[in-house]
Nanobody, 120 residues
Framework: QVQLVESGGGLVQAGGSLRLSCAAS????????MGWFRQAPGKERELVAQ????????NYVQSVKGRFTISRDNARKTVYLEMISLKPEDTAVYYC?????????????WGQGTQVTVSS
């Protein structure tokens, strides 16, 4: 059974920064691509960033390119999302997910989410 626990969300002013963390359980963490998703009120959940199991491949939704950086520490079984130059439109609940594969969709394994609120 895989468990994912996000942390690091909060309230920040526009232009500020946050670092989200997602700690995973299980012994095969480094074999799986991981993704960060977000869901704003009234909107569908969207994939923000993904990273391959090795960490060598990353991909971002256009709206966060140059501002967000996804990374992972396989020894700590943790994936991170560094967010800078935050905008009010980045406000959402952020979730991590163990993807079905790099470039593929989400699996059934979700964290509980962490709220990010960016004030203008």
């Amino acid at each position: 059974q895989v468990q994912l626990v996000e942390s690091g969300g909060g309230l920040v002013q526009a232009g500020g920064s946050l670092r989200l963390s997602c700690a995973a359980s299980g012994s095969t963490f480094n074999k799986y691509a991981m993704g960060w998703f977000r869901q704003a009120p009234g909107k569908e959940r969207e994939l923000v960033a993904q990273i391959s199991g090795s960490g060598y491949l990353t991909n971002y939704v256009q709206s966060v390119k140059g501002r967000f950086t996804i990374s992972r520490d396989n020894a700590r079984k943790t994936v991170y999302l560094e967010m800078i130059s935050l905008k009010p439109e980045d406000t959402a609940v952020y979730y991590c997910n163990r993807l079905n594969g790099y470039g593929l969709g989400p699996s059934q394994y979700w964290g509980q989410g962490t709220q990010v609120t960016v004030s203008s």
